[in-house]
């Protein structure tokens, strides 16, 4: 899960947060998220927490005190940096929740999300669109695909909804019904193979 480490708008957030968290331990599934024990990441941990979910937390060592780490988790890892953060955080997730957040929120929401464009993972990814906090950005999203800088079907790539138990449901459906990441190092191959057929497909034009 991706979410701030403020409380945001108050109450309205913290709920979203709070049904979140119940959903996903609800249906025993396993939270992880950035570590900490304030704003909306301190609420989703310790909702799952107190029902009986599994919560592993990630977090650089210079955050663990501006951040707060949170002293009750499943586990803690500490890591040296938000890189590492980041990397380690995918690596033991089979999906993604964007909860609200800052900056930091939306660039992990970001980057998972252009890895599924290019292909690097299957993970399904779902955005909790909570009193409507990411219009804006979602109709940036939508004017990007008709500027031609992104495709469609990057769209596609995301579950959008208000209500946390339906997304938490699909997102969810997706996982099992997704056959597992590809291999990044395939993409890259398939790439560099189709590269290399243009190539000598324009060399022999050429010869002519």
Not at 138 to 149: E, M, S, T, Y
Not at 191 to 204: D, S, V, W, Y
Request: charged residues 25%.
């Amino acid at each position: 899960m991706f979410c701030g480490s403020s409380t945001g708008r108050g109450e309205v957030d913290v709920e979203a947060a709070r049904r979140t968290a119940e959903a996903i331990a609800g249906r025993g599934a396993g939270v992880v998220y950035g570590g900490a024990s304030v704003g909306l990441m301190g609420v989703v941990a310790d909702t799952a927490l107190a029902a009986g979910g599994e919560v592993v937390g990630v977090l650089p060592e210079a955050l663990a005190v501006a951040e707060v780490a949170h002293p009750g988790l499943s586990r803690l890892e500490l890591v040296a940096t938000m890189h590492e953060r980041k990397a380690r955080m995918a690596e033991l997730s089979d999906a993604f929740v964007v909860l609200p957040g800052g900056l930091g929120t939306l660039e992990e929401m970001f980057e998972v999300w252009t890895w599924a464009h290019l292909g690097i993972h299957r993970r399904p990814m779902g955005l909790l669109n909570v009193g409507g906090y990411f219009d804006p950005l979602l109709r940036f999203v939508g004017d990007a695909v008709d500027a031609g800088f992104v495709p469609a079907r990057s769209g596609d790539l995301v579950v959008v909804g208000d209500d946390p138990r339906q997304l938490v449901d699909e997102v969810l459906a997706r996982v099992a019904r997704d056959a597992p990441a590809p291999d990044p190092r395939e993409h890259v191959s398939e790439i560099l193979a189709e590269r290399r057929l243009r190539k000598a497909g324009a060399g022999g034009d050429r010869s002519e």
